[in-house]
C-alpha cells in the first residue's frame, strides 16, 4: 500500500486551524469552571460549560466577558499560537427556569459555540446563526438525532454508552453508522474517550471531534473536590453503577460516592425502595454528593493541568497517527 493517510474534516477552516486535537472538553454540571475552558481553548481544545454552573445570570456574564477576554489576548499576545473557540451549554427545556435569560446572555456575548441539551434548538439556532456562531445539539438516540438534524443544527454530539453524566445505550459504532445514514454534517463522538489514541479512532470512524467529559474531572481547573479526584483516580470499571434512581434519568457514577453519602448499594441495585430524602434531587444536590463519572474512569491515573492533559493527548495521538502514515516509496 503507498501514499499518505489522511483524515477529512468537516470544520470551518477558521475552527481547524486553531485545534491542537479534534477535541471538546465537555460541559459538565458543577465540574467545568471558567479556568477550565480558558485553559482548555489556550492550549488548542475548544472548551466549554453548562450556563447552570453560573449560579447567577449575573455571574454567568462576569464568567462569559473573562472567558472573551482572556482568549482574545492570549491571542493579541502570541498570535501564532493556537487558541481554539469556546463553547456553552444550554439546557433547552421548560424544566430549566433560566433558559430565556441565558439565551439573552448568549445574544451579547456571541460564545462562538452553543451546545443545546435536550428540547428544541430552533430558536437558539436562529440567534447564535445572526452572528455566525455554531449550534451543537447532543443526542443519544436516533430518532432524537433525526430530530435535531432536521431542526438545522450544525453538529450533533452522538452521547453513546459509557459516557459520564447521563450516558446514553448505544454504542458508538452502532450510532456512528446509524447517523451517518442520514447525517452529513459535524459529528462528535462522545463516550469513553480518554487517549490521544481514542481520539484518533473517532476520527477514524468519521467524526470530526471527540467530547471528553471524564478525563477531564482530574484536571487541576475543574471545580470537583479533591475527594471527587481522588475517588476517580482509584476506580476501575466495575466501580461503576448505572442508575436512574437519583435523577429520574439513567446515570453512571462511582459507587463509593453513594456509599459515601450513606446510600445502601444493595438496595440500589436490587431496585428495592432506597430511602433518598437526604438528599434534594430537585436541585443540585444529587450532583454535588453522588458523583457521575464514565467507563473511561478506568484510565484515569493522576491529576493534571489541562495543559499537561492537552499535552499528552497530542501525543498520544501523533503516535497512533505514525502507525497509520505509510509513506509513498
Ligand atoms: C460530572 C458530569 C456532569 C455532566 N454534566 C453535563 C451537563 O451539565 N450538560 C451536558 O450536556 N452534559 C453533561 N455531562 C456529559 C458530558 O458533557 C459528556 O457528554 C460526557 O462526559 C462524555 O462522556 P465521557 O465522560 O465518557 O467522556 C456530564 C458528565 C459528567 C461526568
Redesign the pocket.
Known amino acids: 500500500m503507498e501514499g499518505v493517510f489522511q483524515l477529512i474534516s468537516k470544520l470551518p477552516d477558521h475552527i481547524a486551524k486553531e485545534l491542537s486535537v479534534p477535541v471538546i472538553s465537555?460541559?459538565?454540571?458543577?465540574?467545568s469552571s471558567p479556568e477550565l475552558v480558558i485553559e482548555s481553548c489556550k492550549s488548542g481544545i475548544i472548551g466549554s460549560f453548562?450556563s447552570?454552573n453560573a449560579r447567577t445570570e449575573a455571574i454567568l456574564e462576569e464568567w462569559m466577558e473573562r472567558i472573551q477576554f482572556e482568549l482574545s489576548e492570549a491571542k493579541e499576545k502570541e498570535p501564532n499560537r493556537k487558541v481554539a473557540p469556546w463553547a456553552v451549554?444550554l439546557?433547552v427545556h421548560k424544566s430549566n427556569k433560566r433558559y430565556e435569560k441565558d439565551l439573552e446572555i448568549v445574544k451579547k456575548y456571541e460564545p462562538p459555540i452553543v451546545?443545546t441539551?435536550l428540547g428544541n434548538p430552533s430558536a437558539v439556532i436562529e440567534i447564535v446563526h445572526s452572528y455566525g456562531g455554531l449550534v451543537f445539539s447532543?443526542v443519544s438516540t436516533i430518532l432524537h438525532a433525526r430530530k435535531a438534524a432536521e431542526t438545522g443544527v450544525d453538529g450533533l454530539?452522538l452521547?453513546c454508552s459509557?459516557?459520564?453524566?447521563?450516558?446514553g445505550t448505544i454504542n458508538s459504532f452502532a450510532f456512528a453508522g446509524a447517523v451517518r445514514e442520514f447525517w452529513d454534517g459535524i459529528t462528535i463522538l462522545?463516550?469513553?474517550?480518554?487517549s490521544g489514541r481514542d481520539v484518533l479512532a473517532s476520527e477514524v470512524l468519521g467524526m470530526d471531534l471527540a467530547?471528553?467529559?471524564?478525563?477531564f474531572?482530574s484536571a487541576k481547573e475543574s471545580f470537583a473536590s479533591d475527594e471527587y479526584k481522588e475517588m476517580l483516580i482509584e476506580s476501575v470499571l466495575d466501580d461503576l453503577i448505572y442508575t436512574d434512581a437519583f435523577t429520574g434519568v439513567n446515570a453512571n457514577y462511582l459507587k463509593n460516592s453513594i456509599i459515601k453519602a450513606g446510600i445502601d448499594l444493595e438496595k440500589l441495585k436490587s431496585k428495592e425502595k432506597v430511602d433518598l430524602s437526604s438528599l434534594d434531587q430537585s436541585d443540585s444536590k444529587a450532583?454535588k454528593d453522588i458523583?457521575?463519572?464514565?467507563?473511561?474512569v478506568h484510565q484515569i491515573q493522576a491529576v493534571q493541568s489541562v495543559k499537561e492533559m492537552v499535552a499528552e493527548l497530542q501525543d498520544e495521538y501523533d503516535r497512533a497517527k505514525e502507525k497509520l502514515f505509510v509513506p509513498s516509496s
Open positions: 465537555a460541559p459538565m454540571f458543577l465540574v453548562p447552570l451549554n439546557i451546545i441539551s447532543d454530539i452521547v459509557g459516557a459520564g453524566g447521563h450516558a462522545a463516550g469513553c474517550i480518554s467530547y471528553m467529559g471524564t478525563r474531572i450532583w458523583w457521575s463519572a464514565g467507563q473511561g
